[in-house]
């Protein structure tokens, strides 16, 4: 089956306001950046994103969580957007903030069909017991907080441990880039653009791939597919131009 669209425009056309987004990347590194761009010009508003973190202020997710687009988002990591903590702290967005491993987890999950696991990750803090601030009153009262979870106690090599139980996450919709891929929508990542693309990916009901490479069915050697085609869904190749706009979150130098 050929699944290449030919922009990212229509790729994303039939996102509704609403839509969960499973968008991977960390930090800017292996970010969808043409399909943020294409959702930012659709219009689309009122999501809930799941992703590592939020890109910063003018970048990757920061741009549509600049333009009010953004209702929730589960996430792992924001530290570099001045935007997002004064949405957050003003009570204009709402966020669950999850330990990366578990949030990693919770996304892998979800695209292997397990709806919950445990973990030791959490237990004797505020993501087990429950009272974590997701979502602030403009007065900066807490409005919404987070839920206590189920913790039990299992025996692991001969010793008692308590785990909580951590829900799978699953989107309506999945952003991913790739640095080839094929028409069928058989993927592969480069580097440390391998983190949390390949979970996105398979966490997303409709999975949309932006491709630096477009190859010919059969030119990838099979083990050295990291995603295979059955969970993409759409492929949007990219422009040299596009391929090669990418931005380094920090730069330091000496």
């Known amino acids: 089956m050929d699944k290449v669209v030919q922009s990212a425009v229509e790729a994303v056309a039939d996102i509704p306001d609403g839509a969960t987004l499973a968008v991977g990347g960390f930090g800017l590194c292996g ?6 761009h294409a959702l930012l010009d659709s219009g689309v508003q009122d999501l809930e994103v799941v992703s590592n973190n939020c890109g910063v202020d003018d970048w990757g997710l920061g741009l549509l969580l600049q333009a009010g687009r953004i209702r ?8 570099e957007n001045k935007e997002f903590a004064r949405q957050y702290l003003a009570g204009e967005l709402e966020v669950e903030l999850t330990p ?13 069909g397990i709806a919950a696991f445990y973990t030791r990750t959490g237990v004797g803090t505020l993501v087990a017991s429950g009272g ?27 010793e008692s441990h308590e785990f909580v139980r951590e829900e799978a996450i699953t989107a309506d919709y999945a952003l991913v880039r790739a640095a080839v891929g094929d028409r069928q929508g058989n993927l592969v990542f480069h580097a440390s653009a391998r983190n949390f693309n390949p979970l996105c990916a398979a966490a997303g009901a409709v999975t ?35 391929a090669e706009e990418k931005r380094i979150e920090r730069r330091t130098v000496s």
């Open 31 to 36: 970010i969808p950046s043409v399909l943020i």
């Open 72 to 79: 929730r988002i589960i996430a792992s990591y924001v530290g």
């Open 100 to 112: 990366q491993g578990t949030l990693a987890e919770r996304l892998r999950a979800g695209g292997s």
């Open 132 to 158: 974590l601030p997701w979502r602030y009153s403009p007065d900066g009262s807490v409005l919404v907080s987070s839920p206590p979870k189920p913790v039990e106690t299992f025996s692991v090599r001969g």
């Open 208 to 242: 949309i791939a932006e491709v630096e490479e477009l190859v010919p069915v059969g030119s990838l050697d099979p083990d050295a597919i990291h995603l295979p085609g059955i969970f993409v869904d759409r492929v949007v190749p990219l422009s040299p131009a596009e």
